[in-house]
């Protein structure tokens, strides 16, 4: 848990400073996009983000998934063809799991596959600071 929690510090912290003018520019790739909500309740994070940065190599990012309990951040490496985004990730005790979403000014809308069935269909990140700011 311990070891979660630093990492996912670390990975948005270094997010945080490759979001630089010089790297980010325009690139309407490259941001925070989130629909995670506090669930006052029960106190737990509900939803997704995702976070996407430039580098010299080309586009990598950062997945954090929340779903009542805490789940690892999962780095990524996005993959673009004209405004169509598209990433897998997976954890060690599931199978592994598809994003395809375009993107625009606004956000990224997209579903999530698990196996070659549908899990979240239509789901929308707004371009917006991460949560954790």
């Known amino acids: 848990m311990r070891r979660s929690v630093i990492k996912l510090t670390l990975l948005f912290i270094l997010a945080i ?5 010089a790297l980010a520019g325009d690139d309407i790739r490259t941001g925070f ?3 995670l909500w506090h669930h006052h309740e029960t106190g737990d994070l509900i939803g997704y983000e995702l976070y996407i940065a430039k580098t010299s190599d080309g586009y990598v990012g950062a997945f954090y998934e929340c779903e009542g309990g805490q789940r690892n951040v999962q780095v990524i490496a996005p993959a673009f063809d004209g405004d169509v985004v598209t990433f897998s990730y997976g ?6 799991a598809h994003f395809k979403g375009t993107i625009d000014e606004c956000g990224i809308t997209g579903d ?5 069935k549908y899990y979240n269909p239509e789901m ?8 954790w700011n």
Request: avoid cysteine; glycine fraction near 0%.
């Open 17 to 21: 400073l490759i979001q630089s003018p």
């Open 124 to 131: 929308r990140l707004k371009r917006k600071q991460t949560y």
């Open 112 to 116: 999530i596959y698990w196996d070659e």
């Open 91 to 96: 954890y060690p005790d599931s199978s592994r």
């Open 33 to 35: 996009f989130s629909n």
